[in-house]
C-alpha cells in the first residue's frame, strides 16, 4: 500500500484534516488549532500550495490583511483517498485480531 | 495532536500493522508481504528494535537459519495508541462533515 508522503507527514496530515473539515480558515486559527509556529505552517502551507493542493486568498478586513487557506478539490481528493489508505489498513487489524 | 513518528513513517507503520496483524513473521515474509527491498526492511527492523518494539529471533529449521520477528508488548502498545489518534482524526473529520 503507498501513503502519500505529502498528505501522510503528521504535521501535514493534521493541515489537510483541519481544512477538510473546517473549510477556509485564517492562518492565525489554522496555527492556534494545530499549536504550530508560524514558519513552521507557513513551509508545510508552501509545500501543499506548490502540489496544488491548498489555495490562498489574501483579503483585507477592516483594513487589516487577512490571509486564508482553503483545500483544492485536488486537495480533497488526495486526502480522501489517503484517509480510505488508512482505514483499510485499520480494517486489516480489526479483522486479523492481532493479539493472537 | 502527536503521531508518533516512530510508528507513523509509511514504511514502518505497514510493519507495525503486518507484525500486529500477524504475530511471529520471517524476515522474507515480511520482505514479500509488504514488497520491500531486504535493506530498507533491515533499517527500519533495526530502528524498531533500538526502540524497543520488536524482538529479532534468530533459529535454524532444516538446519537453515530462520529470523523472525514479533511486536514488543511495548510495541504493541505503541502502534496501539497510534491508531486511537488516527481513528480520532478519522472521526473529526466524520462529525464535523468537512463537505461544506
Redesign the interface.
Known sequence: ?E?D?LV?Q?TR??IF?H?????ETTFSALASALDLTEGNLASHIERMEDADCVTVEKTFVDRKPRTTYELTDRG?ALFESH?ES??S??D??DS?D?S?
Open positions: 500500500m501513503l508522503k501522510h503528521p496530515l493534521q484534516t481544512l477538510y473539515a473546517n473549510g480533497e484517509i488508512l482505514e489498513l485499520i486489516r487489524i486479523d492481532g493472537a
